[in-house]
T-cell receptor, first 113, second 116 residues
Framework: GESVGLHLPTLSVQEGDNSIINCAYS??????FIWYKQESGKGPQFIID?????DKRQGQRVTVLLNKTVKHLSLQIAATQPGDSAVYFC????????????FGKGTHLIIQP | GAVVSQHPSWVICKSGTSVKIECRSL??????MFWYRQFPKQSLMLMAT?????????EQGVEKDKFLINHASLTLSTLTVTSAHPEDSSFYIC????????????FGDGTRLSIL
């Protein structure tokens, strides 16, 4: 499953499929980007980050892609599991995370059995 | 991993009451802490930046006299919502940073504030 655009609030995928969550950021001066996962009633949990001098970074089951030309960020989750159900936010920063973060609107990922 | 603790996790109080929320960095010294607010089904919005031993920096539109921030030590920042009203009801979340570049902020589990 794939989400497109900043304003798509919900993405529904089958368990075991790959998920792609997209984010368009606003500030061309941003140099550090982070993906967070937020479960209901909890604070954001760090997933993966990427600096502006990179275009791809991989973690465990997750990959972040950065396209600075079009100011686009994506999070790919491989083999989606029920525990991946949450709201996912991208966040940007212009001083490598030293300042407060600007969050995107979020995408609610729903896993279908 | 880094752990940030917030207390209380949930508070209900009457209009006009002042409420203090604590944010603690449990396993590292946080030179900078941040306070965010999140309304239902919305994103997090930065309210202010709290620096140990100095005055907080507030984002545009956030009243510094209403949201008092104190960062007296490298492991504790407090946010006091003074004379709270129903429109202040929200989810308040803090984060802590080691102050190093290209390091993620770590978030607490938030405080649900409900003003009656």
């Amino acid at each position: 499953g794939e989400s497109v655009g900043l304003h798509l609030p919900t993405l529904s995928v089958q368990e075991g499929d790959n998920s792609i969550i997209n984010c368009a950021y606003s500030n061309s001066a941003s140099d550090y980007f982070i993906w967070y996962k937020q479960e209901s009633g909890k604070g954001p949990q760090f997933i993966i980050d990427i600096r502006s001098n990179m275009d791809k970074r991989q973690g465990q089951r997750v990959t972040v892609l950065l396209n600075k030309t079009v100011k686009h960020l994506s999070l790919q989750i491989a083999a989606t599991q029920p525990g991946d159900s949450a709201v996912y936010f991208c966040a940007e920063n212009i001083r490598g995370g030293a300042d407060g973060l600007t969050f995107g609107k979020g995408t609610h990922l729903i896993i279908q059995p | 991993g880094a752990v940030v603790s917030q207390h209380p996790s949930w508070v209900i109080c009457k209009s006009g009451t002042s409420v203090k929320i604590e944010c603690r960095s449990l396993d590292f010294q946080a030179t900078t802490m941040f306070w965010y607010r999140q309304f239902p089904k919305q994103s997090l919005m930065l309210m202010a930046t709290s620096n140990e031993g100095s005055k907080a920096t507030y984002e545009q539109g956030v009243e510094k006299d209403k949201f008092l921030i104190n960062h007296a030590s490298l492991t504790l920042s407090t946010l006091t919502v003074t004379s709270a009203h129903p429109e202040d009801s929200s989810f308040y979340i803090c984060s802590a940073s080691r102050g190093q570049l290209n390091q993620p902020q770590h978030f607490g589990d938030g405080t649900r504030l409900s003003i009656l």
